[in-house]
């Protein structure tokens, strides 16, 4: 699997190059952003090089990822602390039951179950003949 990784991406750098210099002129080609509301404000940036742009939003999407997923890890820290207390706690009660002794006097005694006079009879005829 590790070679077919390998030559994907060897394929995929060669080809981003390719287009690369077929596109030279385009991405130094530069742009104005303009923001525009009537009457409001009018915006606009100074001329910007198309790689530039490509460049600041590439950056701006790791950022914004980056803060997604080391927010999420936090919370997610958050909740192991807590299920490891517990764990933790349960860890010690359980310990701490199985060191007591077991008596006959602390066992309370089941009530006996109630069987309907059928069923019951059914019983005793089955004892009796076996």
Request: a neutral charge; charged letters at 20%; glycine letters at 4%.
């Amino acid at each position: 699997m590790k070679p077919v990784k390998v030559v994907v991406s060897l394929l995929v750098v060669v080809l981003l190059v390719a287009f690369l210099f077929q596109n030279y002129n385009a991405f130094l080609a530069t742009t104005t952003l303009e923001f525009r509301l009537p009457g409001l404000l009018n915006f606009s940036s100074m001329p910007i090089p198309l790689y530039g742009l490509i460049l600041f939003f590439i950056f701006l999407g790791a950022v914004v990822t980056a803060l997604y997923i080391g927010l999420s890890s936090f919370r997610l820290r958050g909740t192991l602390r807590s299920l490891e207390r517990q764990n933790k706690s349960l860890q010690e009660e359980l310990k701490s039951l199985r060191n007591l002794p077991i008596t006959e006097a602390e066992v309370p005694a089941s009530p006996p179950m109630e069987m309907p006079e059928r069923e019951a009879a059914e019983e005793a005829e089955k004892v009796n003949s076996g």
